[in-house]
Nanobody, 117 residues
Framework: QVQLVESGGGLVQTGDSLRLSCAASGRTFSNYAMGWFRQAPGKEREFIGRILRAGNTNYADSVKGRFTISRDNAKSTVYLQMSSLKPEDTAVYYC???????????WGQGTQVTVSA
């Protein structure tokens, strides 16, 4: 099992930056690709991006160029650096481990990000 804990959310203004962290414990963190998702009220969960074990990343078009995912395997932590935030980025943000099959298996409890206009 892997336990994930997100942190770093909060209330910011349009145009601000924020960095979220996702700390993992349990099985070897470096074995997993990690994904970030978000869910706004009344909307379905949205894929934001992921980082593979080797550090390669890919992103949803909605955040490309504004969000950056990185990882520190020594700290068993993955980060989501968000810049040029918009009100539509308001959501609960989640991290998750991705299995070899491609499924996202372990999830954190989420952290709220609110961007005021």
């Amino acid at each position: 099992q892997v336990q994930l804990v997100e942190s770093g959310g909060g209330l910011v203004q349009t145009g601000d930056s924020l960095r979220l962290s996702c700390a993992a414990s349990g099985r070897t963190f470096s074995n997993y690709a990690m994904g970030w998702f978000r869910q706004a009220p009344g909307k379905e969960r949205e894929f934001i991006g992921r980082i593979l074990r080797a550090g390669n990343t890919n992103y949803a078009d909605s955040v490309k160029g504004r969000f950056t995912i990185s990882r520190d395997n020594a700290k068993s932590t993955v980060y989501l650096q968000m810049s040029s935030l918009k009100p539509e980025d308001t959501a609960v943000y989640y991290c998750a481990t991705q299995s070899i099959s491609g499924n996202y298996v372990h999830w954190g409890q989420g952290t709220q990000v609110t961007v005021s206009a």
